[in-house]
């Protein structure tokens, strides 16, 4: 148990080591691109999907693969070349249930896009593999459906 956690540990550093050699200097840097989706503010989210993309990252504190990508997807969504195209929504699952359950979270880390308040079909993304380059790809490709 010890080695897996000293591994993770390992992949989340070497992942937002190797992202910050991938995002441009002068990429715009705003945190109004991230939020904490909470039952209180799940509406609000949920209807700003009507002007840009919303990615609803399901997540846990305790879990692993979560957190060594928390920083490399929150690094995109402030400083990443698309930027300011969509919104990060992270959800923790264990506070949040009734919004897991609504979209039957059964794994985690879980990335759902979500425009005009619909799911993108077939565009979850479930884990996370330790690649920037692919994470970056996953939210480049659903901003291209538009």
Known sequence: MRKIAMLTGAVAVSAATMLSTMVPASAATTDDNIVEVTAANYDSVLKSSADKLVIFDFNATWCGPCQAMKPVIEK???????????????????????????????????????????????????????????????????????
Request: proline share 4%.
């Open 76 to 146: 995109l969504a402030k400083e990443g070349a698309d930027a300011g195209k969509w919104t990060l929504a992270s959800v923790d699952v264990d506070n949040n249930k009734a919004i897991a359950d609504q979209y039957k979270i059964e794994y985690i880390p879980t990335l759902a896009p979500v425009r005009n308040s619909e799911e993108l079909k077939d565009s979850r993304q479930i884990g996370y593999d330790g690649d920037p380059a692919a994470l970056e790809k996953y939210i480049k490709d659903q901003l291209a459906k538009g």
